[in-house]
């Protein structure tokens, strides 16, 4: 459940939503789509943290995550996960019981959630609002509300923080109807990497005696 979650707020942190709203965000939104989608690469550090209903925290976790056009690659140690994809084929790598399971991507299930997806999710199905600036991690920020316009999802609103200099996210809070809270918060990222194809394929060789689960 707390990896769909993640891979929840990773697909709704950037984008370009396309509706008739809130001009101001709109225009935010359209120059964060922009700037993401001119890079070849772009790979973030970031942390991972669950509030409870009372707003106390639970839980954080750390972990980074490389994208290139439709391909992945995803490590979140705390969690013992490692998450490869081409944008064909997805290596779920559990550290351990030092397994792997092989799937193929649907890109029409809800379950093939991933943060590939980040610069076509906001296409459709979203409302936004600019609700104003705040300070986060020492920078100055726009900050906007979306609000799913299927209400059968199960977080009513993410609310993200982006940086007003170089338009990109900052921190992105989504809030589930459970009254539970997951942050993200970016932590590093870097951009136009030299990452080979081969850096979003598992390769078993490299996993002495991995246990494969071929589900294809």
Same mark, same amino acid.
């Given at each position: 459940?707390? /990896?769909?979650? $993640?891979?929840?707020?990773?697909?709704?942190?950037?984008? #370009?939503?396309? *509706?008739?709203?809130? %001009?101001? %965000?709109?225009?935010? /939104? =359209?120059?964060?789509?922009?700037?993401? @989608?001119?890079?070849?690469?772009?790979?973030?550090?970031?942390?991972?943290? $669950?509030?409870?209903?009372?707003?106390?925290?639970?839980?954080?976790?750390?972990? #980074?995550? *490389?994208?290139?056009?439709?391909?992945?690659? /995803?490590?979140?140690? %705390?969690?013992?996960?490692?998450?490869?994809? =081409?944008?064909?084929?997805?290596?779920?790598?559990?550290?351990?019981?030092?397994?792997?399971?092989?799937?193929?991507?649907?890109?029409?299930?809800?379950?093939?959630? &991933?943060?590939?997806?980040?610069?076509?999710?906001?296409?459709?199905?979203? &409302?936004?609002?600019?609700?104003?600036?705040?300070?986060? *991690?020492?920078?100055?920020?726009?900050?906007?509300?979306?609000?799913?316009?299927?209400?059968?999802?199960?977080?009513?609103?993410?609310?993200? #923080?982006?940086?007003?200099?170089?338009?990109?996210?900052?921190?992105?809070?989504?809030? &589930?109807?459970?009254?539970?809270?997951?942050?993200?918060?970016?932590?590093?990222? @870097?951009?136009?990497?030299?990452?080979?194809?081969?850096?979003?394929?598992? =390769?078993? %060789?490299?996993?002495?005696?991995?246990?494969?689960? =071929?589900?294809?």
């Amino acid at each position: 459940m707390k /990896l769909i979650s $993640l891979f929840t707020i990773l697909i709704l942190v950037t984008g #370009s939503l396309f *509706a008739q709203q809130d %001009a101001k %965000a709109k225009e935010v /939104l =359209d120059k964060l789509s922009q700037t993401s @989608k001119s890079y070849k690469t772009i790979q973030i550090d970031f942390s991972f943290t $669950l509030e409870n209903k009372s707003g106390s925290v639970t839980e954080t976790n750390e972990g #980074s995550v *490389a994208l290139k056009g439709k391909s992945y690659r /995803l490590h979140m140690p %705390a969690m013992g996960m490692e998450v490869y994809s =081409d944008g064909a084929v997805t290596w779920s790598y559990l550290t351990q019981s030092n397994e792997v399971n092989i799937s193929t991507v649907d890109p029409e299930s809800e379950a093939s959630l &991933n943060p590939a997806n980040i610069f076509t999710i906001y296409e459709k199905g979203f &409302n936004f609002t600019y609700v104003g600036e705040e300070t986060v *991690a020492g920078k100055a920020a726009f900050v906007i509300d979306l609000f799913p316009v299927d209400k059968a999802k199960e977080f009513t609103k993410v609310r993200l #923080s982006v940086d007003k200099a170089k338009y990109q996210i900052l921190m992105a809070k989504t809030f &589930n109807k459970d009254g539970n809270a997951y942050t993200l918060a970016m932590k590093n990222m @870097k951009t136009d990497q030299n990452l080979t194809p081969d850096y979003f394929k598992f =390769d078993p %060789a490299k996993y002495p005696k991995v246990e494969i689960n =071929d589900m294809r």
